[in-house]
């Protein structure tokens, strides 16, 4: 479950990020920025399914302390308690849905904000590659006039 999860917010996060060029095909992300996203996600993944294994073990602990307390009752008595535990039991969940949710919202946002800062940069290697094409160009342009050759400049 946790590695789909890791497979799909990262599918998700590169196919958000990745821009079309002019003919429709992606440009392909350079695999320091997939690995990045990648870890970030996973270390998220990891730090929120350490805490849900805690809360596993911590309502296994409580329903056999439960189970203890309920031995000697009445069946009305269990009965009882059963539903006044069931009542709290779904109020927890409903708390715990809407943390979910909330938290969802929150990993949304950092996807976001991930593919924002990615599409940003991409934005800018594709100006310089058309900065590098032009200067390659303009060098190719001396030299079939015959003029005289000055080597490009780097940066």
């Keep these: 479950?946790?590695?789909?999860l890791t497979i799909i917010l990262t599918g998700a996060a590169i196919v958000a990020a990745s821009p079309a060029d002019s003919t429709g095909k992606f440009i392909p992300f350079q695999p320091k920025d997939i690995t990045?996203?990648?870890a970030l996600l996973q270390q998220h993944l990891d730090s929120c399914t350490h805490?849900?294994?805690?809360?596993?073990?911590?309502a296994r602990q409580a329903a056999e302390e439960?189970?203890?307390?309920?031995?000697?009752?009445?069946?009305?008595?269990?009965?009882?308690?059963?539903?006044?535990?069931?009542?709290?039991?779904?109020?927890?969940?409903?708390n715990a849905i809407a943390k979910l949710d909330s938290a969802s919202v929150v990993v949304k946002a950092q996807v976001e904000d991930a593919t924002a800062k990615i599409q940003a940069r991409l934005q800018e290697k594709a100006?310089?590659?058309k900065a590098i094409q032009a200067r390659i160009e303009a060098h190719r342009a001396d030299v079939l006039a015959n003029k005289p050759v000055t080597p490009p400049t780097t940066k």
């Design 66 to 94: 439960y189970q203890k307390l309920l031995v000697g009752k009445t069946p009305e008595e269990i009965k009882a308690a059963f539903e006044a535990k069931r009542a709290e039991a779904k109020l927890e969940l409903q």
């Design 1 to 4: 479950m946790k590695r789909l």
């Design 51 to 58: 805490r849900a294994n805690i809360d596993v073990e911590k």
């Design 127 to 129: 100006e310089e590659l």
């Design 36 to 38: 990045e996203i990648t």
